[in-house]
């Protein structure tokens, strides 16, 4: 069975102009209804597995409309996507409680969630932005949701970035209808691999690497992120971090160099020498921070850092005509460890959400001794630290593992070294966060702290199981053939994509 | 050809004013000459529509940004950034331009439409067929609302969710209760 | 020529909206970038001589109402025009949501100057 | 807001009315001449905000409140979306332009013609006007309750 694509997007959005009708009296059922959109969302993205398949909108054949992809790496980071929203729709129930405009809050996030599956999905670089748009325009508006002076300058800051980043990408659009005279992607990639790159498309790529690493917070262009993503809302942190920076961020800008611009071993160093400065400037800024959220943040760009890598390692392998094997490996791990982050990131955004609420703090100094008060989020907070820390059982040692084994394989033995370094790094933040939230003096103020919600708690253990079960991804070949190599199938194809694309068009 | 560059570089000169002058109303009308003057170059290049569009839109963005400004008690703003950090976002800029403005000689040149060059341009589609295929004398219009209309249902969307947005940031009383203040 | 002017256009824009400290003008910068970016989309559908993507009824052909060759050969292109639109449309709900959020902050400082607001350091 | 002076507004409840149908036209014609919803929206929106500037923002209110402007936007895009949604239902395919393509296909250049596309102008134009007044109005609420008070909260 097919799904028709276009559900994807349509079920959020039908949802999202539905629910600010829903006035106050209504709330409860408000919240029902986007609960199960997000849930049929994650079922979807659970059945598109393994399926691929092209939809034409309005039946124009390619070049005239508008289609939409399914292929391994959307449906990848559609699951990623189904997974963190639910989640985080879930935690919000009962965590939303202390904001006002509660319906216009779930509107937004089901705004977000269509932006980003409208991203994922098209196979147009036009509508692309478009939907890019909308998940980011969302996300501007949540960051600033809570209306403190914090928030405020927060959203202002990402906002103004975010829209120069969007403009970066309209502008490279722009230059690429004006050199291939074709807005779809596949048939981008076909000119492309007639003509070769010219300037004009050389200088569109790099804007769209400037865009598109602004959306994804990559170090030179991270100044956004550690304001943004702690000052919003616990869930909307968990959505950023755990999703929004890599659907539109690392996805569009892998699909942009990978299937449409085509790689060379330039971009592929381009995109490790970002990986890694994000990785260490991350890492190191991220130690600093006694913010308990901004930790995560900085983390975040930390944790990016090791997908992009990834990709890197496998573009330049693939450019310099070295061993597709590994090359697979290498983007398989940042993949993996794409989808590792998401589940981990935004449960640990969750935990740092309902520590928050107990406490109404998020200063490490201020804390302490909640292990006893709350001991199903040290729980989980612990599985995810073990996660992202790369502690074997869980999810996050399997990604690392892959990719030190790429770098090795591929004599990148200076690169092995940095990822170990990093991980040990990341071993002394969330130590850090182990030692100064749950373990030591539970402080006076704090002994009225309750253990979260249930609905909050459901959500937290719904992410932490996956933390663990995640592992299973790489070592089940099932599930691994199904799930993530597709996804890198789609990545090394290149620009074999366009032939794949229209050829399922036409079927 | 002389009627675009005259309007070009009035444009630009409206720019360069909006961002240097030290009136903050001043520079927002500026903002308006750019928007009147980027209007009437859409019209001479042929594109009624967007003319249409860009007027209506650029008179309610000014109301927008005025009522930003005027009930404001002091608009007169001073200073920049520090020197260093200007000199060097300047010179960041300017070599970007340097870098991009090579790139355009791979255009076609201005006066030859995109589709002119490329052979399999969808756009030549939408004019010999476009009536026969949308039924729609105007062709943006089927190209907006049946050929692309899917970017248009996002473009609604964009529209929804800024303005959602700014009900939210724009809401009294953002919590119900209030949480100690953050350091 | 005309394109490197729209770029002009454009990098006065991000001039404006990375250097200057006033909310207000990083927004009138943010604005000018879309502009430019407009006029660029349109610039490249233009052809000389050509006529507005609109059909009238000088340019349908007999009773079976076939567009005149005419036309067909002289229509700048659509397709950049519906862009245009999406994107002007884009523009103006960002801006009206970056207005919202610098009244607020103006609400809560009195100022619009960033260097006295911005508590929060990179 | 106490509006402005008589002159000024007697003139803008007439032109009101003439703005707001060229609104109309601009909508209804989309299709067939330069406009469509966007800008016919806004045209719309924009009879409204002279209202509220010429007699202050309660006799605005009076006309169109704020909590039915927001029905209106959800109303108008989920109109829009509803034409998708017919799209797939009659035609298969979302967007399909299954009016022209099955039922009515009109005649070119006539104002029925092009199936789906003036419904979706009018829908389009629905959710914009509603939206821009929608976002005007609440700016100049706004205005008027965050005056800023003094230098209160700068460096705490």
């Known amino acids: ?507 | 050809m002389a009627v675009f560059y005259i309007l070009l570089v009035f444009i630009i000169i409206a720019a360069v004013i909006a961002v240097e002058t030290k009136d903050l109303l001043g520079a927002v009308i500026c903002v308006g000459a750019v928007g009147f003057g980027s209007s009437l170059m859409f019209l001479f290049l042929r594109a009624p529509d967007i003319a249409i569009t860009q007027i209506v839109v650029e008179v309610l963005g000014l109301i927008i940004l005025i009522r930003a400004t005027i009930t404001r008690d002091r608009t007169f703003i001073s200073g920049d950034r520090e020197f260093f950090a200007v000199v060097v976002s300047v010179v960041i800029i300017f070599v970007i331009f340097l870098a991009g403005i090579r790139v355009f000689e791979s255009l076609p040149d201005f006066g030859t439409a995109v589709f002119a060059e490329a052979p399999e341009a969808a756009s030549r589609t939408y004019i010999s067929e476009g009536l026969a295929r949308s039924g729609a004398a105007n062709l943006v219009a089927s190209v907006i609302l049946d050929f692309r209309a899917y970017d248009t249902l996002g473009e609604a969307t964009v529209l929804f969710t800024a303005i959602i947005g700014a009900t939210v940031i724009l809401r009294k009383k953002a919590r119900k209760l209030l949480e100690a203040p953050d350091k | 020529m005309l394109y490197a002017l729209c770029f002009l256009l454009f990098m006065i824009g991000l001039y404006c909206a990375v250097v200057k400290k006033n909310m207000v003008k990083i927004v009138i910068g943010i604005m000018i970038m879309e502009y430019a970016v407009n006029l660029f989309l349109i610039m490249l559908g233009f052809c000389s001589g050509g006529a507005a993507p609109i059909i009238g009824k000088d340019d349908l052909d007999g009773p079976g109402g076939q567009l005149t060759d005419l036309f067909i050969s002289s229509s700048v292109d659509p397709l950049p025009q519906a862009l245009v639109l999406t994107a002007i449309v884009i523009s103006l709900g960002s801006l009206a949501l970056m207005i919202s959020i610098c009244i607020r902050i103006y609400g809560k400082y009195g100022t619009f100057d960033i260097t006295q607001i911005r508590r929060l350091k990179g | 807001m106490k509006g402005m002076t008589i002159i000024v507004k007697t003139i803008s409840s007439w032109v009101k009315m003439l703005i707001f149908l060229f609104g109309i036209y601009i909508i209804l014609f989309g299709h067939l001449t330069p406009g469509g919803g966007f800008a016919g929206g806004v045209i719309l929106a924009s009879s409204y905000v002279l209202l509220m500037l010429a007699f202050g923002r309660e006799f605005a209110e009076e006309n169109l409140s704020l909590p039915a402007a927001s029905k209106f936007d959800c109303i108008g895009a989920f109109l829009f979306a509803l034409i998708a949604i017919l799209g797939f239902v009659y035609g298969g395919a979302f967007f399909v332009n299954f009016l022209y393509q099955q039922y009515l296909p009109g005649e070119p250049l006539h104002l029925i013609s092009a199936g789906t596309m003036p419904l979706s102008n009018i829908a389009i134009g629905l959710k914009v006007g509603a939206s821009l007044f929608l976002i005007i109005l609440s700016l100049s609420i706004c205005c008027k309750d965050f005056k800023f008070a003094g230098p209160v909260s700068g460096k705490e």
Not at chain 1, 108 to 120: D, I, K, R, S, T
């Open chain 1, 1 to 507: 069975m097919s799904i028709p694509l276009p559900v994807f997007v349509a079920i959020p959005l039908v949802m999202a102009f539905l629910l600010p009708i829903f006035v106050k009296k209504g709330k409860t059922a408000a919240t029902l209804l986007a609960n199960l959109a997000t849930l049929s969302l994650l079922v979807l993205a659970i059945v598109s597995i393994g399926q691929s398949s092209v939809y034409e909108v309005g039946k124009w054949s390619i070049p005239l409309g508008i289609n939409l992809v399914l292929d391994g790496l959307s449906s990848l980071v559609l699951l990623a996507v189904g997974v963190v929203s639910f989640a985080a729709m879930l935690f919000s129930v009962r965590y939303m409680e202390q904001y006002t405009a509660k319906t216009k809050y779930l509107s937004l996030f089901l705004l977000m969630v269509a932006g980003m599956n409208g991203v994922v999905l098209s196979g147009d670089i036009f509508n692309l932005f478009v939907f890019l748009e909308i998940a980011s325009i969302a996300s501007y508006a949540l960051v600033g949701f809570g209306c403190e002076h914090e928030e405020l300058e927060a959203s202002f800051k990402y906002m103004v970035l975010g829209e120069i980043g969007s403009l970066f990408i309209l502008f490279g659009v722009g230059l690429v209808y004006g050199n291939t005279g074709s807005l779809n992607m596949a048939y981008i990639a076909k000119g492309i691999q007639n003509t070769g790159l010219n300037a004009g498309l050389t200088f569109a790529l790099g804007l769209f690497i400037a865009g598109f690493g602004l959306k994804a917070a990559l170090v030179p262009f991270h100044a956004w992120l550690p304001d943004a993503h702690p000052s919003a809302p616990a869930p909307i942190s968990a959505m950023l971090s755990g999703v929004l920076i890599k659907a539109l961020g690392v996805y569009a800008l892998a699909r942009m160099v990978f299937n449409v611009f085509g790689i060379s071993d330039s971009i592929g160093w381009l995109l490790i020498v970002l990986g890694l400065l994000s990785m260490v400037a991350g890492a190191f800024l991220a130690i600093g921070q006694w913010d308990l959220k901004r930790l995560m943040a900085y983390s975040s760009i930390s944790q990016l850092g090791y997908v992009v890598l990834g990709i890197g390692m496998g573009a330049l392998i693939l450019a310099t005509g070295g061993n597709v094997a590994w090359a697979s490996l290498a983007i398989l791990g940042g993949l993996f460890h794409l989808l590792n982050h998401a589940v981990y990131k935004s449960l640990l955004f969750l935990t740092s959400g309902s520590v928050q609420m107990s406490t109404g703090t998020r200063q490490l100094k201020e804390m302490g001794g909640l292990a006893e008060k709350m001991p199903i989020t040290r729980a989980t907070c612990t599985v995810a630290s073990a996660s992202i820390v790369g502690i074997p059982p869980f999810s996050g040692f399997w990604s690392k593992l892959i990719l030190v084994i790429a770098a090795i394989q591929a004599h990148f033995y200076w690169i092995a070294a940095i990822i170990v370094f990093v991980s040990l790094c990341t071993l002394i933040m969330y130590l850090k966060v182990q030692r100064y939230v749950f373990l030591g003096e539970l402080p006076e103020n704090l002994q009225q702290s309750k253990e979260a919600k249930n609905s909050m708690l459901a959500a937290m253990v719904f992410l932490a199981c996956l933390c663990v079960l995640m592992g299973l991804l790489v070592i089940v070949p099932f599930l691994r053939s199904h799930i993530l190599e597709p996804a890198v199938q789609v990545l090394t194809d290149g620009l074999e994509y366009s032939a794949n694309v229209i050829q399922m068009a036409t079927m």
